[in-house]
């Protein structure tokens, strides 16, 4: 018998968090894009499908990057149109990342409503992940936001490496101040703080949150990522809500890293960050059991386990 049919988790609130959180659910996108095999457009788009019925609103589809930098999303043009009735028939937000004009003209093309930019909080991964420093990686962004809000799109700005760099070390928090502040300033609707390489810990997430309210940058524009690398992701993630942080980033499955971040292992497991706000009375809307089934279908596509602790738990045979 599973743990769900004998009432567990058993609810006991906490007092100080919200009482709904929505999920981003990364794992078609960034955890795809990290897979060495390619997944067939067919059972990417069955992926989308499943991860909808379980309950999840926010889906990433897909990336508008060049092929040549994430051949494993080369397909999004025929991923796209698979998928994108969701959003009409369902109410399903169906982001999808764009590098630049570029990649945003190819979005819009294809009638995507929500985009996503790739931002750094530091120099070596900016260099690493987009070529560019800093401010010219935003210079660049300028006129994909402006287009974008233009056509009344909704933009998320994510900020890599908020916590820490393989390169760099301890990133100072007055640089991630300034980057969030100026996606922001630009017309970023939500930023996503990313640790890319899984090394932060609570009071370190509390603080930069802190600063950036000190700063202008409020609660209610903030969103989560985080990596497990150290095992701090649903530590971190409480941290975050106690602030009043309620988007938080996830991926079925425990699916991605970051192929330009080797050190980062995979995302936070959406069934894990599930179990845990489901028993401190945090609504979600996601149904357990079958997102649980969906990270099971796709990890026998994927040929190999989910890392994911819950769905090991809860598909687990006696």
Not at 77 to 105: I, K, M, T, W
Request: glycine content about 10%; hydrophobic content about 40%; overall charge negative.
């Amino acid at each position: 018998m599973s743990t769900p049919e004998l009432g567990l988790p058993m609810v006991v609130p906490a007092p100080g968090l919200p009482a709904r959180v929505r999920i981003h659910e990364v794992g078609a996108r960034d955890g795809l894009q990290n897979e060495k095999a390619t997944v067939p457009t067919e059972v990417k788009a069955e992926f989308i499908r499943r991860l909808a019925d379980s309950g999840l609103t926010t889906i990433e589809a897909t990336s508008f990057v060049h092929p040549k930098w994430v051949p494993q999303l080369a397909d999004a043009e025929q991923l796209f149109p698979l998928v994108s009735d969701l959003g009409r028939s369902s109410g399903v937000h169906l982001p999808v990342l764009v590098p630049n004009e570029r990649g945003l003209d190819r979005a819009l093309a294809l009638g995507a409503r929500r985009v996503a930019l790739f931002a750094s909080a530091t120099e070596s991964f900016a260099k690493a992940n987009l070529n560019r420093t800093v401010d010219e990686s935003l210079a660049m962004f300028e006129p994909v936001v402006s287009r974008a809000k233009a056509d009344k799109v909704h933009v998320r700005g994510y900020i890599s490496m908020c916590f820490g760099d393989p390169w760099e070390g301890p990133v100072p928090i007055h640089q991630v101040v300034r980057v969030c502040k100026a996606l922001m300033d630009m017309g970023c609707d939500e930023l996503s703080l990313g640790d890319t390489i899984g090394v932060a810990t609570p009071g370190h997430v509390q603080t930069l949150l802190a600063e950036l309210n000190e700063e202008g940058v409020p609660t209610s524009v903030l969103g989560v990522h985080f990596h497990d690398t150290y095992g701090q992701a649903l530590a971190n993630t409480l941290a975050a809500l106690q602030h009043g942080v309620t988007t938080v980033d996830a991926s079925a499955g425990g699916l991605g890293g970051c192929p330009y971040a080797k050190s980062a292992t995979g995302n936070l497991a959406t069934e894990d960050l599930v179990w845990m706000l489901q028993g401190l009375g945090i609504d979600t809307g996601v149904d357990l059991a079958r997102l649980t089934a969906t990270s099971v279908w796709m990890a026998e596509r994927l040929g190999r386990p989910s890392p994911s602790r819950t769905v090991k738990a809860l598909s687990h045979k006696e």
